[in-house]
C-alpha cells in the first residue's frame, strides 16, 4: 500500500507516499468536526491532517515527521525537524475561523504511526475530539476525513469525508474500506486525519489514517482501483494521551508551596496493576489537590491528570484544610485509599474513601483537646505493618522521642489498648524530621523511611508490633537530603510496591527516587525546575 505520509501540495507535483483526503466525501457539515486540524510541514513541503485532543495538542501520523517513511517510521522526541504551522478550527479554509499556530514539539508512540504535536499555544473555542475507548469492531461504520486531496483537486479548501467501513482489526491498527464502491478514498494530504465513531450525536476519534492504495485520487495511475485503508488505532491509548497532554501541566504547579504530601491509591488501582499510586497536595494557601498516577513505567511523567479537592481560602465554599498539621494517606480496603488527617487543634479525623470526588466517610479518632496527649505527637505515617494486608497501621513519632504503632485503624481506631510502643522516651528520635511508609527491602512488613535533621536519612526495614529491626543509612550526615522539605513513599513507577520516594525540596522543586532499597536511592529524575 502507498504511504500516507506528507503529501507535497504544490500544484503541478505529484509525490509518491504522501497524505490525502476523503475523496469526493461531499464535505463535513458536522460542526462538531472543527477539532479538525490541517497541518503544513516545511513552508509547503508536506501537508497532512490531525485531530484536536487537547487545547494545545493535535494527534496525527508520525510518518507525517519521518525523515523517509518508506525507510521507518522513527521521529525523535522534541521541535520537529521542519517548521510546522496547525490550523485548527477552520473546516473551511478560507474562512478567518479557529486559529493558525506553531507546532513546538513532537511525541511519538513508539511503534505506531503516530505523534502528539504539541502548539505553541492553545487553541481558543474549539472542543477537542473526545477519545474512543471500545475497540472498533468488524463491520463497524466509521467517519473518516481529511484535509488532502480529492479525485479532481490537488489542494482542496474544505475538510473532506467519507463512510468507511471496518473490515479487520489488528492490535495497533484497522483496515478499512469505503462503504459504497463511489464513496471516497484517503488520498495524499489525508494521513493523520481521524477515523470516527459516530454514536447518537456523539464524535469520538478511534483512529488516524495511516495508509492507502489511494484508489481514484488525483495523481495516482488510473489502473489503481483500490480504495482501501488502513488506520492507526487510539482507542486504546486514551491514557497514554491525556498523560502526553498534561504531562506539561505539571511542573508549573507552584510546588514551593506544597506543604504536605499523602500517596495512595485515590482514583482506582492497586499493587501490581496497571494504575499507579496517585498524591495529594496541600498547599499553603489550603487548597488540595488530587494528581492521578500513570500505567506506565516513565519516572519523568508520573502523573496524568490532577483534580481540586478543596479550594484556597480565597474561595467560597471555605474548607478547614489550613488546619492540618500532619496528614498520610492509608489504605482501609473496600474501594479507594483514605486519608488520616491530624489537625493543629489535635483532632484526628479518618477519610476512609477519597476519591476524585472529594473525601468520603469522615470518621472522628481522636477528638480535640486543648494540651491532650496528641499535641505532642510530632511525624506519623500508615502502612502495613502487621499481618493485616490493609495498610492502615500507623507509626507515630512523639516530641519526646517516643515512636508507637497504632495497628489496624480501621479496626481499632486510635485506642490506647491496641497500641505498640516500638521505641521508648529518648533524646534522638526527636530530631527524625520527616518519616514515610515504603516497602524498600522486601520484608513481610513495610520500612521506615526517616529523614533526620542533618540530612542523615535511614531505612529500618520489616517494623513491626515487635519493634524496630535493625537500620540501613541511605544518605549520610549534611548530604543535600537535609534540604528536604517534605518526603513520601509510594508506586509511582513500577507498582509492584511503595518503593519510589517523593521529595519537595526547599527551593521549591520536585523529584522522584525510583525503585530505592537497601543499596540506595539510585539517582534523582527531576519532576520540576
Known amino acids: 500500500m502507498t504511504g500516507l505520509l506528507a503529501a507535497a501540495v504544490a500544484v503541478g507535483t505529484v509525490t509518491a507516499a504522501s497524505p490525502a483526503q476523503a475523496l469526493e466525501g461531499g464535505g463535513i457539515k458536522n460542526a462538531a468536526y472543527t477539532f479538525a486540524a490541517k497541518l503544513d510541514i516545511g513552508g509547503g513541503k508536506r501537508s497532512c491532517s490531525g485531530a484536536l485532543v487537547d487545547k494545545q495538542w493535535v494527534l496525527t501520523a508520525a510518518s507525517c515527521f519521518a525523515d523517509d517513511p518508506d525507510k521507518g517510521l522513527k521521529v525523535s522526541d522534541g521541535a520537529p525537524k521542519w517548521k510546522t504551522t496547525a490550523t485548527v478550527g477552520r473546516t473551511n479554509l478560507t474562512k478567518p475561523t479557529g486559529s493558525v499556530t506553531d507546532v513546538v514539539?513532537?511525541?511519538p508512540y513508539k511503534g505506531r504511526d503516530l505523534v502528539m504535536a504539541k502548539l505553541a499555544k492553545p487553541v481558543a473555542g474549539?472542543?477537542?475530539?473526545?477519545i474512543g475507548t471500545a475497540a472498533p469492531k468488524q463491520g463497524e461504520e466509521l467517519k473518516v476525513a481529511g484535509f488532502g486531496r480529492t479525485k479532481s483537486t490537488w489542494v482542496p479548501d474544505r475538510l473532506g469525508g467519507s463512510s468507511f467501513m471496518v473490515d479487520a482489526v489488528q492490535d495497533g491498527s484497522v483496515s478499512v474500506s469505503p462503504k459504497a464502491a463511489a464513496d471516497g478514498?484517503?488520498?495524499?494530504?489525508d494521513t493523520g486525519g481521524p477515523a470516527l465513531r459516530e454514536t447518537a450525536g456523539r464524535v469520538e476519534l478511534v483512529g488516524v489514517n495511516s495508509t492507502s492504495w489511494q484508489g481514484g485520487c488525483l495523481g495516482t495511475d488510473p489502473s489503481e482501483?483500490?480504495?482501501?485503508?488502513?488506520?492507526?488505532?487510539?482507542?486504546d491509548l486514551s491514557t497514554w494521551i491525556q498523560k502526553v497532554s498534561y504531562r506539561a501541566v505539571f511542573p508549573k504547579a507552584p510546588w514551593d508551596k506544597a506543604t504536605h504530601i499523602a500517596s495512595g491509591y485515590f482514583t482506582g488501582g492497586?499493587?501490581?496493576?496497571t494504575r499507579h499510586m496517585d498524591m495529594i497536595v496541600r498547599w499553603i494557601d489550603s487548597e488540595v489537590t488530587l494528581y492521578q498516577g500513570g500505567d506506565d513505567k516513565d519516572p519523568s511523567h508520573p502523573f496524568i491528570a490532577e483534580y481540586q479537592l478543596g479550594k484556597p481560602l480565597k474561595q467560597a465554599p471555605k474548607t478547614n484544610w489550613q488546619y492540618v498539621k500532619e496528614m498520610t494517606a492509608a489504605g482501609f480496603g473496600d474501594g479507594t485509599d483514605g486519608l488520616v488527617v491530624r489537625w493543629v487543634d489535635s483532632e484526628m479525623t479518618q477519610y476512609t474513601h477519597v476519591d476524585a470526588k472529594g473525601f468520603h466517610n469522615e470518621r472522628k479518632l481522636v477528638a480535640p483537646v486543648k494540651k491532650g496527649p496528641w499535641t505532642h505527637a510530632k511525624q506519623m505515617t500508615a502502612g502495613r505493618y502487621t499481618a493485616n494486608a490493609q495498610r492502615d497501621d500507623l507509626v507515630v513519632v512523639w516530641d519526646d522521642g517516643r515512636v508507637t504503632l497504632h495497628p489496624d485503624l480501621n479496626a481499632n481506631g486510635l485506642a490506647d489498648k491496641a497500641k505498640?510502643?516500638?521505641v521508648k522516651k529518648n533524646t534522638t528520635w526527636p530530631f527524625a524530621t520527616q518519616i514515610a511508609a515504603g516497602e524498600f527491602t522486601g520484608k513481610k512488613t513495610a520500612d521506615l523511611l526517616v529523614r533526620w535533621v542533618d540530612g542523615e536519612s535511614t531505612i529500618y526495614p520489616g517494623v513491626d508490633a515487635a519493634g524496630l529491626h535493625g537500620e540501613i543509612k541511605i544518605r549520610p550526615k549534611k548530604s543535600p537530603w537535609i534540604n528536604a522539605t517534605?518526603?513520601?513513599?509510594?508506586?509511582?513507577v513500577a507498582n509492584e510496591r511503595p518503593n519510589d520516594v517523593m521529595v519537595r525540596w526547599q527551593d521549591g522543586s520536585l523529584g522522584l527516587y525510583p525503585g530505592v532499597d537497601a543499596a540506595g536511592t539510585h539517582g534523582e529524575v527531576k519532576l520540576t525546575g
Open 105 to 107: 514539539e513532537l511525541v
Open 126 to 130: 474549539v472542543t477537542p475530539v473526545a
Open 420 to 422: 505498640k510502643t516500638l
Open 486 to 492: 517534605v518526603v513520601t513513599a509510594g508506586a509511582f
Open 185 to 189: 478514498a484517503v488520498c495524499k494530504g
Open 270 to 273: 492497586s499493587a501490581g496493576g
Open 225 to 235: 482501483t483500490r480504495k482501501g485503508a488502513v488506520d492507526t488505532r487510539v482507542d
